[in-house]
């Protein structure tokens, strides 16, 4: 896998200009995981056309590994993504910067055991097969909470698979677990039992968070649009936070969520509540763009080489990271 993401990401740094250029005039295509999140209701409703001017593309990944080739090729200039595969992006110099949290992963990433696979505890994960979306933050959280019991990984079978792959496999009973996020998670939920989540393993040392990413020339060159864009993303979170009672199967939000990502109107609500939405005056500060975003991608990185995931680590993870669009956004 590392040989392979390693071209992929040396045509990305390669990537010209001219791409960037063209992409201001054409649509714009933005990644997303489908997660039911409240910016899927802004998207609905238009919001990020009507405060971009842009002409949008959604266009839904099943990893960040896939993002990261996508964002590396050029095709895709602005997407969600986890903070593990951006670790894994900067380490390898993909030229892409982070502008803003999406989300704080907690309980809507987690590791759901089989009824009946005698998983008690993560000790009992030995000898079981356990799929997870390699590369990904649950894959790190995976990692990390196997670290934390002490258990090496060829004491267990990672099997690589994509959110739909495993909750194929769930049905089929080829698995004993997964460790994944929403909506298979609440899927296999329901004959399945969590033994952890992301927060537990953030707990531990291995946090994980969504952001959003941008080509930094992209960036550049858009620089009130991305303004208008971040602007528009911490809108769609405040209107949540205001009053997540609100947000209720019957609800319009709630409904077209549903419509855009997949999910059941009645798992939405449960679904929203397992992320953290942090408000962009909070973003700013020290402990999120303000210094730890950097420090949390550095040391993912290093996790991520000290279990020869990657070959390398960048020298400066800050260089990833901007509060520039936040801040603006914030005093517009």
């Known amino acids: 896998m590392k040989t392979t993401l390693a071209a992929i990401l040396l045509a990305g740094v390669t990537a010209s200009a001219a791409f960037v250029a063209s992409a201001q005039a054409e649509t714009v295509i933005i990644g997303h995981f489908g997660n039911p999140t409240p910016d899927q209701y802004a998207a609905a409703e238009k919001k990020f056309e009507d405060a971009t001017g842009w002409d949008i593309e959604?266009?839904?990944?099943?990893?960040?590994?896939?993002?990261?080739?996508?964002?590396?090729?050029?095709?895709?200039?602005?997407?969600?993504?986890?903070?593990?595969?951006?670790?894994?992006?900067?380490?390898?110099?993909?030229?892409?910067?982070?502008?803003?949290?999406?989300?704080?992963?907690?309980?809507?990433?987690?590791?759901?055991?089989?009824?009946?696979?005698?998983?008690?505890?993560?000790?009992?994960?030995?000898?079981?097969?356990?799929?997870?979306?390699?590369g990904s933050t649950a894959h790190f959280s995976l990692m990390g909470a196997l670290k934390h019991a002490g258990i090496k990984e060829n004491e267990l079978t990672i099997i690589s698979m994509p959110p739909d792959q495993i909750a194929a496999a769930w049905e089929q009973g080829a698995i004993d677990g997964g460790f994944i996020w929403q909506p298979v998670q609440a899927k296999i939920l329901q004959t399945g039992t969590r033994l952890i989540s992301a927060n537990q393993t953030a707990e531990?040392?291995?946090?994980?968070?969504?952001?959003?990413?941008?080509?930094?020339e992209f960036a550049a060159a858009n620089h009130d649009a991305m303004v208008a864009f971040t602007k528009a993303m911490n809108d769609a979170n405040e209107a949540y936070l205001k009053d997540p009672s609100a947000w209720t199967p019957d609800s319009a939000a709630v409904k077209a969520i549903a419509e855009r990502t997949g999910a059941e109107p009645d798992q939405v609500p449960e679904i929203i509540e397992g992320f953290t939405y942090l408000p962009l005056s909070e973003q700013v500060g020290e402990k999120w763009l303000g210094g730890g975003a950097a420090e949390a991608l550095k040391s993912t990185a290093e996790f991520l080489k000290s279990a020869g995931r990657i070959d390398q680590l960048a020298d400066d993870y800050s260089a990833y990271v901007t509060d520039e669009f936040a801040k603006a956004a914030i005093a517009k």
């Not at 910067?97 to 704080?104: I, L």
């Not at 990433?109 to 097969?129: A, F, M, N």
């Not at 531990?204 to 930094?216: C, I, M």
Request: glycine share 10%.
């Open 58 to 134: 959604w266009r839904k990944f099943a990893s960040g590994t896939d993002v990261i080739a996508a964002m590396a090729s050029g095709d895709v200039v602005l997407s969600d993504l986890g903070s593990s595969p951006m670790a894994i992006a900067a380490s390898q110099g993909v030229p892409i910067e982070m502008f803003m949290f999406a989300m704080v992963i907690g309980d809507a990433e987690s590791l759901i055991v089989r009824e009946g696979s005698g998983i008690k505890t993560i000790e009992d994960l030995k000898g079981k097969r356990v799929a997870v979306p390699v």
């Open 204 to 216: 531990w040392g291995y946090p994980t968070f969504d952001a959003w990413v941008v080509n930094k």
